[in-house]
């Protein structure tokens, strides 16, 4: 199932703890996929084993390997969320092992408390410790279960992937000017406001039309390695949901063929998933199909952050948060103006190391810088999509100031201030009959 769902897959378990107790409280589009749903044992709800007994000296019998299928093949990325449901049953059909025939002579063995006499001594300290004080502390041990053990378990599965990190600062100061400019153009008009993530997310999505290979992914069918090029980009985006509990959750849904929307679709398609998401309203179709992910802890102060690539994914981009460089911080205003330090943001791509390399993950992140410095008409497109009547803030370098030649300025403005109100009648032809070169006394 993690191909259908991938790090969504905590909520699905939510989800059918709820369809158990109330089948109204879920959205009806669930309620085929959770007709047959058997979360299994990789949720971390099922009863604990029964510790393994001991092996006897008796003659070993052979032992029959669980029946194996053949992993169900990954559907497309723009497939629909019934498709990735059919998928997730399929491959929960699949994944379940054969039964294995008891073994008489292990059935027989004594039990483990008999045939661990070494535990006894443990057990008899136990039963002589003194009983603990009211005002001892004692540490407070719970097991994970349902969307918490999912979590473990899509975390587990995560390391198994491969990955490297590309890192790159940006300077954030034209962003910040730029979206100053639109949300004061919005505020006096249909209203709404734009956030960094709207622009960091567009320009990663357009930034995948010069880099396809960053939005592959890799692939094993019939036990051979390939790489996947999905058709169209499935932007995910991750978002940070706070539980009614205190606990925080991470969704990932994501925004269908983003390649094809402008700035102003593509501002609608994600402000309408963080809606649904905070409503409890997303369904199977938000979560299929993600290609490429976007998450930025830099919106709490995270500066630089390497995520975790989930199966079924190429790569995952983490944005940091845009302040003045650590060592600045106790600068005036006045004195970051005057020396011209910028905000940096950091930009990190997290990729699988197996079909895409370092090379083209750092060309990705220079792609994705030039653009968000306005190098290729970026804010242009986006001022157009959301038909704000002014020319964008243009990216430009500081000239170079000689502070001695600005220390004269003053004396030599008021020496020809001084000429022309002297000598500057002299100038003028005064005398239209004859030729007469003319000097102040």
Request: glycine letters at 8%; proline letters at 8%; a negative charge.
């Given at each position: 199932?993690?191909?259908?769902?991938?790090?969504?897959e905590?909520?699905?378990d939510?989800?059918?703890?709820q369809?158990?107790?109330?089948?109204?409280?879920?959205?009806?589009?669930?309620?085929?996929?959770?007709?047959?749903?058997?979360?299994?044992?990789?949720?971390?709800?099922?009863?604990?084993?029964?510790p393994?007994?001991?092996?006897?000296?008796?003659?070993?019998?052979?032992?029959?390997?669980?029946?194996?299928?053949?992993?169900?093949?990954?559907a497309?990325?723009?497939?629909?969320?019934?498709?990735a449901?059919?998928?997730?049953?399929?491959?929960?059909?699949?994944?379940?092992?054969?039964?294995?025939?008891?073994?008489?002579?292990?059935?027989?063995?004594r039990?483990v408390?008999?045939?661990?006499?070494?535990?006894?001594?443990?057990?008899?300290?136990?039963?002589?410790?003194?009983?603990?004080?009211?005002d001892?502390?004692?540490?407070?041990?719970?097991?994970?279960?349902?969307?918490?053990?999912?979590?473990?378990?899509?975390?587990?599965?995560?390391?198994?992937v491969?990955?490297?990190?590309?890192?790159?600062?940006?300077?954030?100061?034209?962003?910040?000017?730029?979206?100053?400019v639109i949300?004061?153009?919005?505020?006096?008009?249909?209203?709404?406001?734009?956030?960094?993530?709207?622009?960091?997310?567009?320009?990663?999505?357009?930034a995948?039309?010069?880099?396809?290979?960053?939005?592959?992914?890799?692939?094993?069918?019939?036990?051979?390695?390939?790489v996947?090029?999905?058709?169209?980009?499935?932007f995910?985006?991750?978002?940070?949901?706070?539980?009614?509990?205190?606990?925080?959750?991470?969704?990932?849904p994501?925004?269908?063929?983003?390649?094809?929307?402008d700035?102003?679709?593509f501002?609608?398609?994600?402000?309408?998933?963080?809606?649904?998401?905070?409503?409890?309203k997303?369904?199977?179709d938000?979560?299929?199909?993600?290609?490429?992910?976007?998450?930025?802890?830099?919106?709490?102060?995270?500066?630089?952050?390497?995520?975790?690539?989930?199966a079924?994914q190429g790569?995952?981009?983490?944005?940091g948060?845009?302040?003045?460089?650590?060592?600045?911080a106790?600068?005036?205003?006045?004195?970051?103006?005057?020396?011209?330090?910028?905000?940096?943001?950091?930009?990190?791509?997290?990729?699988?190391?197996?079909?895409?390399?370092?090379?083209?993950?750092?060309?990705?992140?220079?792609?994705?810088?030039?653009?968000l410095?306005?190098?290729?008409?970026?804010y242009?497109?986006?001022?157009?999509a959301?038909?704000?009547?002014?020319?964008?803030?243009?990216?430009?370098?500081?000239?170079?100031?000689?502070?001695?030649?600005?220390?004269?300025?003053?004396?030599?403005?008021?020496?020809?201030?001084?000429?022309?109100?002297?000598?500057?009648?002299?100038?003028?032809?005064?005398?239209?009959?004859?030729?007469?070169q003319?000097?102040?006394?």
């Amino acid at each position: 199932m993690a191909s259908a769902f991938g790090a969504n897959e905590w909520l699905v378990d939510e989800l059918y703890e709820q369809y158990l107790k109330d089948k109204n409280a879920v959205d009806p589009a669930w309620w085929d996929f959770f007709a047959d749903y058997e979360p299994g044992e990789t949720n971390g709800a099922t009863a604990d084993a029964a510790p393994a007994a001991p092996a006897q000296p008796a003659a070993p019998a052979e032992p029959q390997a669980p029946a194996q299928a053949a992993p169900a093949p990954a559907a497309p990325a723009g497939r629909s969320g019934t498709a990735a449901a059919e998928t997730a049953k399929a491959e929960r059909k699949a994944s379940k092992p054969a039964p294995v025939p008891a073994d008489p002579e292990v059935s027989a063995v004594r039990p483990v408390a008999e045939a661990l006499p070494s535990t006894a001594p443990y057990a008899e300290v136990a039963k002589s410790s003194p009983k603990a004080t009211e005002d001892e502390a004692t540490d407070d041990v719970q097991k994970l279960r349902g969307p918490a053990a999912r979590v473990v378990t899509n975390m587990e599965a995560s390391i198994e992937v491969p990955t490297a990190t590309s890192v790159r600062a940006v300077p954030a100061k034209l962003m910040v000017d730029n979206r100053i400019v639109i949300n004061n153009h919005l505020a006096r008009g249909r209203g709404g406001k734009i956030s960094f993530t709207h622009l960091i997310g567009f320009a990663l999505v357009e930034a995948l039309s010069d880099m396809p290979v960053m939005n592959a992914h890799y692939e094993s069918i019939d036990g051979k390695p390939h790489v996947v090029q999905p058709a169209h980009v499935g932007f995910g985006l991750a978002i940070d949901l706070a539980k009614p509990d205190g606990s925080r959750q991470l969704l990932v849904p994501s925004v269908k063929k983003a390649e094809e929307l402008d700035f102003a679709g593509f501002w609608a398609a994600y402000e309408d998933l963080v809606r649904k998401a905070r409503g409890g309203k997303l369904g199977m179709d938000d979560f299929a199909g993600t290609t490429i992910s976007l998450t930025n802890p830099g919106g709490i102060g995270t500066v630089h952050s390497v995520p975790r690539l989930m199966a079924g994914q190429g790569t995952i981009i983490g944005v940091g948060a845009m302040d003045y460089p650590a060592e600045f911080a106790g600068a005036s205003v006045e004195q970051l103006a005057r020396m011209g330090i910028s905000k940096v943001m950091t930009i990190t791509s997290t990729y699988d190391h197996r079909i895409i390399q370092g090379a083209q993950s750092g060309e990705f992140l220079k792609v994705l810088a030039n653009k968000l410095l306005g190098l290729d008409g970026f804010y242009d497109r986006v001022f157009a999509a959301l038909r704000v009547p002014y020319e964008p803030v243009r990216w430009v370098r500081d000239n170079t100031v000689d502070a001695d030649v600005e220390a004269a300025k003053p004396a030599r403005i008021a020496e020809l201030v001084h000429s022309y109100r002297s000598r500057g009648h002299l100038m003028a032809e005064t005398d239209p009959l004859a030729y007469r070169q003319r000097k102040h006394p």
